[in-house]
């Protein structure tokens, strides 16, 4: 790994407008979801980061598990308590955390990245990284949005499942001059900059811009009925628009919703 995490180096990059920030770096977390709901709890009031290189039990969507031991893996939850927020736009949390984390990676590599609807980011036709945005149930609503990314290694040591579809930003390793501490700077700068401006919803073109599949046939599973149809777009929700075979346009939305990656492996 190029660089170790390092509390004041993330903090000297973060504008003034993120504090207070409250940052905890972990050596080996189960998952660093829970300790930032924990976190927040006890601070309500800051932004908290909690970051690691190695989780034992990361967990996607949908009771998933997600692989946390790469060789340079990168895991990490942001959690606040946004102020006037309505139920209906907690869901834009993880489109903004998808559009903010695209265009900072973009700015480490030669290629495009693209979004998975709705919270995964894919490189060179792998999935390289996913995002679990959680609530927490306190007085005001708190939320948690946690992000893996598969910065470099290979996924010899895990299921055939994962190996399918998961692949690399950097592939083996990751260069000496990337250095982890100025992306989780630069990626808490962009997401500040939507999250302080959430009704503004500046980041909606940009997720749209890289929504992997437009035009292209898939399948999935509502409420575990298998339908098929041609992804058109989003909405202004966020919601995955879906072209039938009867020319009807299907609206994707929640937790019922299953979509598999694999389908848009090359
Ligand atoms: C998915 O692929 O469905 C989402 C994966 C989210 C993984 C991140 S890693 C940091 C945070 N902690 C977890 O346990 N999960 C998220």
């Given at each position: 790994m190029s660089q170790l995490l390092n509390q004041a180096q993330i903090q000297g990059g973060v504008k003034q407008s993120l504090q207070p920030l409250r940052i905890e770096l972990l050596e080996e977390v189960s998952s660093t979801n829970d300790v930032a709901k924990e976190l927040l709890k006890e601070h309500p009031n800051d932004f908290i980061l909690v970051a690691t290189n190695k989780q034992t039990a990361g967990r996607g969507r949908q009771g998933k598990s997600f692989y946390s031991e790469?060789?340079?893996?990168?895991?990490?939850?942001?959690?606040?308590?946004?102020?006037?927020?309505?139920?209906?736009?907690?869901?834009?949390?993880?489109?903004?955390?998808?559009?903010?984390?695209?265009?900072?990676?973009?700015?480490?590599?030669?290629?495009?990245?693209?979004?998975?609807?709705?919270?995964?980011?894919?490189?060179q036709g792998r999935k390289i990284s996913g995002i679990l945005s959680e609530m927490t149930t306190a007085d005001e609503i708190g939320i948690v949005v946690g992000i893996g990314i598969n910065f470099a290694g290979?996924?010899?040591?895990?299921?055939?499942?994962?190996?399918?579809?998961?692949?690399?930003?950097?592939?083996?390793?990751?260069?000496?001059t990337f250095n982890q501490n100025e992306f989780l700077s630069a990626y808490l700068n962009q997401f500040q900059k939507y999250h302080e401006d959430l009704k503004g919803k500046a980041f909606m073109p940009v997720y749209e811009k890289h929504l992997?599949?437009?035009?292209?046939?898939?399948?999935?599973?509502?409420k575990e009925v298998k339908k098929q149809g041609v992804i058109e777009g989003i909405n202004e929700q966020g919601h995955l628009l879906i072209r039938r075979p009867d020319q009807r346009l299907d609206t994707l939305y929640g937790q019922e919703v299953h979509f598999s990656s694999a389908q848009f492996i090359q």
């Open positions: 790469l060789a340079h893996g990168l895991y990490f939850t942001l959690g606040f308590q946004p102020k006037n927020l309505q139920i209906e736009e907690i869901p834009f949390y993880t489109i903004l955390a998808a559009a903010a984390l695209v265009e900072v990676l973009e700015q480490y590599v030669k290629h495009p990245l693209a979004i998975k609807w709705v919270n995964d980011i894919f490189y290979d996924f010899s040591e895990t299921d055939e499942s994962v190996q399918a579809v998961a692949g690399t930003l950097f592939g083996p390793k990751s260069p000496e992997l599949g437009i035009g292209q046939e898939v399948y999935y599973f509502v």
